[in-house]
């Protein structure tokens, strides 16, 4: 049987098995971009990870730790007991089982007959939503009705007893109970002290005698009452964040942060406490709606599961952006699990960005606005380092934090010693993806405001960076760029990785660009930055070593060297991996040393090269360099697979294409019931967009402007996007025969070229 | 179906229910007095409470909190996955099921047959002991046969990601696997600095693959393999403890006692890798032999509960003491829950020592001992108050300690705030406790070294701070005590209870005795003690005041008021409580404040002083009282209904004794499932000890020595009990008719007082 059925617009697990757990609390994650609460259930299970975020409320757990975002106290369980019995769907019988999440409502529901191990027949119903019009709101309601009486005790509260992975990281615990009811729980991080206020309230339909219980860091309300037979219960519960981190609450001194957190938390759940769960719930489902509007994407086809996909990313993208707060930025694991820390890596420009830039530039503005801020982090990365300008971090997670990537990681499986992280000190590609992102967002939207304000000032300190990373090496006459990872992680150390190289050097030369453009065309700017920045001085410094920089061609097969090795390595036969259903496989039969000696990349290095530049090689030597390399390629990082699946499809690699987008696709929502048990991939759900959008759809922007070159698969009638391209929105339809029709809703006419033709929309 | 089975020397669980399992982790606790572990079951499930406890490790998890016991990383849980399926209790089918625990050898033993959920029939045993011969060890094997064919996955290892109810104690964490195999974790706590280093190793009577797995606060080796139909899988584990506040590391600088610590357990664990299970075992067991050889009580009756219960207490008694080391004192709930945080209280001195004082009387030194190094923590906290001399902490953890005590619990049932613990601050009698004890210890050992070296001492600063406490009342022109709780916990701020009045004036007239013998007979002793605390300024302050120091006498009706306001509060009936199953149901109805206003008594209170002096008022006063106050008593504490089993036997109010008896042995053993979540009640167990041996046993103490005035129970034929009085081994008979003999295995011959009688034991 089927664990997983797709129903378009919704997802909906079959039968619960105990095992699969984690996987439904990671993608029926329930959030608005400011909180995000995994879908653990009500009762609890042995294996759980029941995760509770708010977005920027960062902290460390120790000295010897990185910030990671904290676990915040879970007000998501409900303990119900009929005659004693505690429900629990490992005990008893259950006779019917269903849970779907509606990817166009944020609402989750499970319905439930069970039959308890004492014989009542029971009917649970519990339904929830995160609201997206109060982003504080959390909302929960359980119908129960049983056969015959019973006694019903119902719990709920705020349980504080929680961790990240036994990692604890709040003090100064204070609970209280307002009128019997208002349950109040206020924690602060540890190091951080940052205080979040938690409130919660519930309400039953029938009279039940209720008493407060307290534990150490718990807090709940116990209801218990007599319910007669196929008489209907109903239970639901408010519950609030804040935190005084909250982007309303900056504009109080820090002092009042905290009691001004617990008046609005007290007010907000008073004031909801008797509206029905149907109307706070239809609040949030208008504001979905609008969002859809806004984003829907519409495939031809019958397959369920590719219709479902991209309402799945949709819904996911939303979820993991605060659209509104320039202070925080994406986790690899967007707020839907531990993994990764709640930290941002070059996933968010180079994988997630492309959606929000082409469908919701204001909120790519903001994520861009959030690198800005990083500046700071990233000049004191680059002073650690004895480096000018910027060195973004590669891990980063407060606006002003520098590098937070962990320096170990598990233990290394020949010599059993825990394995040093090298990504934190030299996977510097970043610097340049980050550049690239703004770049290509200035292209598509044309926000001179935000290059002015933002752009041009990272620009220019990350070519100072990367001019003073260059290294002469005097026998060969030339700068090279030594010891890297590229995005290729299996290889650590490597000297002249091309995507790091090309990507340096398109850095310098933008800012050169940018230094002409500037001083000839916006003098007022150019006089500003250069006198923050010294421009002149960055331009002097590129103009002497940029000629000279080492940029790896082509060998005599027409093959570009990933790094000076990598041709060089020995050969392995990765079909065994490449087929299997885990990844990460492979690290359980090579250790990293071992990796580095072979010639297998995890994920597009020089791939993702030829995706970001499609002019950089001639056609033949692209698609020959792809060919080579997609048969080195684990695609063990979700990254992988969608930038493979737009090449593979223009590179006219049919079945290959439409086999990595369904591979892509599947990294959260197939069938794989281990790989999202940390947290759903971020980064892979931007790429599902790509697919459908820049892989299928053929959006592309090069010199000339927005380019649309579709590539409907054979399998497809037609495929409906959005677009808006320099504040214009549109809405484009591809057909058979990669029939393009444009329709424009909004904005001034713009020029796009539609298979190579320049057209007027208008 | 009854859950609970007793055999007189092993107890039994004899069908499983998730509910029960915390009580039986807590009474099936294993441990040495070096490590505590509870007996959390292989497999994980909901609601358990898994707590593993080195004594003295104490740590502060936040600045707002106070010390407790960290729970350290979990060796105990056994991952057995049978054809892809988890082994769990509440999946598939139980076909027979049986956990016992052996109170002579410290061994516990659970027997399986499961049919998994996928049909295999699977016959599981799993054995485990803390090893009392080596106290860093603990010993696991699980034995294993399928009726099929079957892929056996199993993993262990050393899970760090515990918590004390959520606070999280160490930092620091470091994990490593050598030689594939020997496990090793590392980890610190966050205040007070103590390193713990725990390794493991495994072994299967089978060939395995073998992955070691690392998650952030775990390490694990899994092993997979098949298994043929009834062919016997045998898996064993070796888990040992070490950290930087053992004893043995004292000798080492304190920065070289982690890297000692570490040589150790690797070393350990290599020594015993291939020592059988059945060998290890052995060891401890001839221990235990010993141990019991000392201590074994034995009951004429065929009542297998009232057998069971007093080796239920030695076997306890045992592994809550770690013998040789003063630096640590006895918890509340021991090493077997996270309950009172691993703190000391009265509960020490006045129902734990009495056993090993008249049976172990070197371990009671060391307990004695241990109250003299809290002198510092004690001096500290008189300061703090105002006071001179000695004011002992109402809880105390380490051995420098002040007081421990939390000044907040949970929620006031009326108002919904967090209600303050007064307890440490106010309730000032186990400073007249401890020297309670140590005068009783003297008397029945008579040590005088422990005297010159420690107890003299410890009395006189005791009796300093309460020349110091009493307070002139200038009106009635004599001193009081006011503002303290007394044993009754229920009365908060009272004043002049009498049990705190008569124990300070006890206090102070012992040193005034001490003052004069020392001075006549010690002179030595008297000038090393008058140099060091003015010994001459304590006796005066102590003559002027004590003579007008006010202690309550009977009222008119003979009856000795509790307290100033105690006689005039308002009645109530609390039938309702007496009777209740569960313990502390009157909070549900009253909070602090209101219990304040009624005559009711939480535990013994003027009855423990008609205990501790047996004649201090004539018999008639003594029985009346007894009477009076036994009817308001809710023995809502576990210390209160063995000292009215006593009294009441004393009294000859035979049934109630009787009952009493049943009662107090059936606080943790007894049939309630809930009231031991928390951990098994020490104090409760040492008056398990106490009813046997001073009530029926009738042993007491007075001024003309040591006296038995036994009266049996109707229901025992005999009874049997050590004693060691004044260094002489006794072995006590009483028969029928309270015919007392007595056997003298060692040492010389003492004179005792059998009804009355002086005899000479030879």
């Known amino acids: 049987m089927q664990q997983l059925e797709y129903k378009g617009r919704v997802i909906k697990e079959s039968f619960f098995n105990r095992k699969n757990i984690n996987k439904y609390e990671a993608i029926f994650t329930q959030g608005n971009g400011y909180i995000g609460i995994r879908n653990s259930l009500e009762e609890h299970y042995v294996g759980e990870i029941r995760d509770t975020f708010i977005t920027g409320t960062f902290n460390k757990a120790s000295e010897d730790e990185v910030s990671e975002l904290p676990n915040i106290a879970d007000m998501s369980a409900v303990k119900i007991i009929i005659d004693g019995t505690e429900f629990s769907l490992t005990e008893g019988e259950i006779t019917f089982y269903e849970r779907s999440l509606d990817l166009s409502t944020g609402e989750s529901l499970r319905n439930i007959v069970w039959k308890s191990p004492s014989g009542v027949r029971v009917e649970l119903s519990f339904r929830r939503f995160v609201s997206l019009y109060n982003e504080h709101l959390f909302v929960q309601k359980v119908d129960l009705l049983c056969d015959s009486d019973v006694d019903i005790i119902i719990e709920s509260g705020i349980d504080g007893s929680v961790t990240n992975s036994g990692a604890m990281h709040f003090e100064d615990i204070k609970r209280r109970v307002y009128e019997g009811k208002y349950m109040e729980y206020i924690s602060r991080t ?29 807090l709940a309300n116990k209801y218990s009452l007599k319910l007669k037979a ?254 890297v990872i590229g995005p290729d992680e299996y290889k650590e150390h490597v000297d002249n990785n091309a995507y790091t190289n090309y990507m340096a050097a398109y850095t310098m030369k933008l800012a050169l660009k940018n230094q002409d453009y500037l001083k000839n065309n916006n003098r ?51 079909s065994k991996y490449k087929n299997a259903e885990a990844v990460l496989g492979i690290y359980n039969d090579y250790n990293t040393k071992q990796l580095n000696e072979y010639m297998v990349s995890k994920q597009s290095d020089t791939v993702m090269l030829l995706y970001l530049f499609r002019d950089l090689f001639d056609y033949e030597t692209r698609k020959k360099n792809f060919v080579f390399y997609e048969d080195k390629t684990l695609h063990d990082s979700s990254l992988s697979k969608s930038t493979h699946a737009v090449l593979a499809n223009e590179f006219k690699f049919e079945e290959m294409a439409y086999k990595l987008f369904k591979g892509a696709i599947s990294v959260d929502l197939g069938p794989n019931m281990k790989s999202s048990d940390e947290g759903i991939h971020s980064a892979s759900i931007g790429g599902i967009w790509a697919i459908y959008v820049l892989g299928f759809g053929g ?16 399998e497809w009638s037609f495929l409906e996007f959005p677009l808006i391209y320099k504040g214009s929105s549109l809405r484009v339809r591809i057909e058979k025969d990669n029939k393009v029709s444009i329709k424009k809703l909004q904005g001034n006419s713009v020029e796009i070229y539609i298979k190579g033709e320049k057209q007027l929309i208008k």
Chains 1, 2 share one sequence.
Request: proline letters at 3%; charged letters at 30%; one cysteine or more.
């Open 699 to 714: 959006v592309n922007i090069d010199k000339n402007g927005l380019n649309i070159n579709p590539r409907l698969p054979k």
């Open 524 to 574: 007022k700017i150019y006089d500003a930055l250069d006198l923050k920045l010294d421009i002149d001085y960055i331009k002097e410094l590129i103009e002497k070593k940029l000629p000279k920089l080492y940029l790896p061609m082509p060998d005599k097969d027409g093959i570009i060297p990933q790094s000076d090795t990598f041709l060089q390595l020995k050969k392995l036969d990765i």
């Open 230 to 483: 196929n008489e209907k219960l109903e239970f639901e519960k408010r519950s609030v964040f804040f935190s005084t981190r909250d982007k309303e609450l900056t504009v109080f001194l820090e002092d009042d942060r905290l009691e001004e957190a617990k008046k609005r938390a007290l007010k907000l759940i008073i004031d909801i406490e008797n509206t029905e769960y149907s109307e706070l719930f239809k609040s949030s489902e208008s504001v979905w709606k609008e969002y859809l509007k806004k984003s829907e994407i519409i495939v031809g086809t019958d397959d369920e599961y590719v219709k479902t996909a991209i309402n799945f990313a949709l819904y996911h993208l939303r979820i993991m952006v605060k659209a509104d707060d320039n202070r925080v930025g994406i986790g690899a694991k967007a707020l839907s699990g531990e993994g990764y820390k709640g930290h941002s890596f070059w996933d968010t420009e180079l994988f997630i960005l492309p959606y929000f830039t082409y469908t919701h530039p204001e909120i790519a503005r903001t994520l861009l606005e959030y690198r800005y801020h990083n500046l700071y982090g990233a000049r004191l990365k680059a002073k650690e380092h004895g480096y000018e300008g910027a060195m973004y971090p590669w891990e980063c997670a407060w606006v002003d934090d520098g590098e937070v990537t962990p320096l170990y990681m598990g233990a290394d499986i020949v010599t059993g010693e825990i394995t040093k992280i090298w990504t934190g000190l030299i996977e510097h590609h970043i610097t340049a993806d980050i550049v690239y992102a703004i770049d290509h967002y200035y292209k598509v939207t044309n926000d001179i405001d935000y290059m002015e304000n933002y752009g041009y000032e990272i620009i220019f300190e990350a070519a100072l960076f990367w001019a003073s990373r260059l290294e002469y090496i005097e026998d060969r006459d030339r700068y090279e760029i030594r010891d």
């Open 190 to 218: 540890t190091q951080s002290k940052v205080s979040v206020v938690q409130d919660a309230v519930c309400r039953l339909n029938k009279e039940a005698a209720v008493i407060p219980v307290m534990g150490r860091r718990t």
